[in-house]
């Protein structure tokens, strides 16, 4: 197995490359950014786990040589957001960062599983699978949009009302898009179930939606979540590679393209966007099948999910026009 990450040397790149590193299921780790790539890979490689550590710069080929023969590629190239910005303030100069990586990705290691990180997450994802379309690539079971941060965050946030001990014991499906209000909690389908005092319950959704403007603020202008995000990435990449080589009944929530996995068109059918985050069940191929947990939704979650397709549409169409009717230079 090997796995590479592109953006290694950012905030958030460095450590989901140390946890990656320590993952005893993966032999080879190649770290891609366009800077310190040596240094961060000269650090990790003291580490005396079983993965063989690379670090390549764009130059001499620096992307070939990461890229070829990767089976798992995660991304999180690009700029943060700053106190004040929306993430889709992000999309000018990540959206080029996501289209030119995944069009290396299309050309040095078109089987790979790609997950992306990089902000907007609602269009980086539509932008990564129009260039997989244009390279004729494209495989929906093996594209993710990387939303475990806000699952991560609702698991976190509801323990402090229940008072839970261990906060990962309960699943809760957060479904929609990554961002503001796309991003919808289904308290009322948490497993087991949780029960939260009506009082609280809308303070609780919005800390979820917006728990990245949490981050953003208390770091005053010096990011977004870094450190949160390289556990969730490396959760949800973790759970990918235990699916590929063979582990069953792995569900996490993620953001695909619906038509093209199963069960995924009678939740587009619902929703009326094609690009969704909801509980995907992984398999050795990827996504295995999309779990329809729409319909399930109570009233005041309907209500969230109104707002969340209207949202997410926009974001979603912004993405994919960027690729088909690209920006004059
Ligand atoms: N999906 C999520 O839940 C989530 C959570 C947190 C942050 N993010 C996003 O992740 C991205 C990275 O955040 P960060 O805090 O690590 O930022 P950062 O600035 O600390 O790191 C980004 C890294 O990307 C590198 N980079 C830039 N252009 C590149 C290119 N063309 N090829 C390879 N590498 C390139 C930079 O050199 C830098 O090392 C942001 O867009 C942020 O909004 C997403
Ligand atoms: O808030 C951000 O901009 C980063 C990330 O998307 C997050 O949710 O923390």
């Known amino acids: 197995m090997k796995a590479v990450v592109a953006g290694a040397s950012g905030g958030i790149g460095q450590p989901l490359s140390l946890l990656l590193k320590t993952c005893p299921l993966i032999e080879e780790l190649a770290l891609f950014d366009v800077v310190n790539t040596p240094g961060v890979a000269a650090d990790l490689s003291h580490i005396s786990s079983p993965a063989k550590i690379t670090g390549y710069l764009p130059a001499d080929d620096g992307m070939k040589k990461a890229f070829s023969g990767a089976d798992i590629i995660v991304i999180p190239a690009g700029i943060p957001r700053k106190p004040g910005m929306t993430r889709d303030d992000l999309f000018k100069i990540n959206a080029g960062i996501v289209r030119d990586l995944v069009q290396g990705i299309a050309e040095n290691a078109p089987k790979a599983y790609i997950l992306i990180i990089s902000n907007p997450v609602n269009s980086t994802v539509p932008i990564a699978a129009e260039v997989l379309k244009n390279a004729g690539v494209f495989d929906p079971k093996k594209l993710f949009g990387v939303t475990t ?17 261990n906060p990962q014991e309960t699943v809760i499906p957060v479904i929609g898009g990554h961002s503001g209000e796309t991003i919808v909690p289904l308290f009322s389908q948490a497993k087991p179930s949780v029960s939260i005092p009506s009082d609280k319950l809308d303070a609780l959704v919005k800390r979820v939606q917006f728990g990245g403007d949490e981050v953003v603020e208390a770091k005053q202008g010096a990011g977004s979540a870094t450190l949160s995000m390289a556990y969730a990435g490396y959760r949800f990449a973790e759970k990918v590679i235990k699916a590929v080589k063979g582990e069953t009944g792995i569900v996490e929530p993620s953001f695909v393209y619906l038509p093209g996995v199963e069960g995924g068109d009678e939740i587009a059918k619902a929703t009326g966007v094609d690009f969704f985050s909801v509980p995907i069940e992984l398999g050795t191929e990827g996504v295995k099948r999309a779990i329809n947990v729409v319909g399930d939704a109570n009233d005041h979650e309907k209500k969230l999910l109104q707002v969340c397709y209207d949202g997410l549409k926009g974001n979603v169409s912004k993405g994919i026009d960027f690729i088909k009717n690209p920006p004059q230079k």
């Open 149 to 165: 941060l806000d699952v991560v965050r609702a698991e976190t946030f509801v323990a402090s009302i229940t008072g839970a001990k």
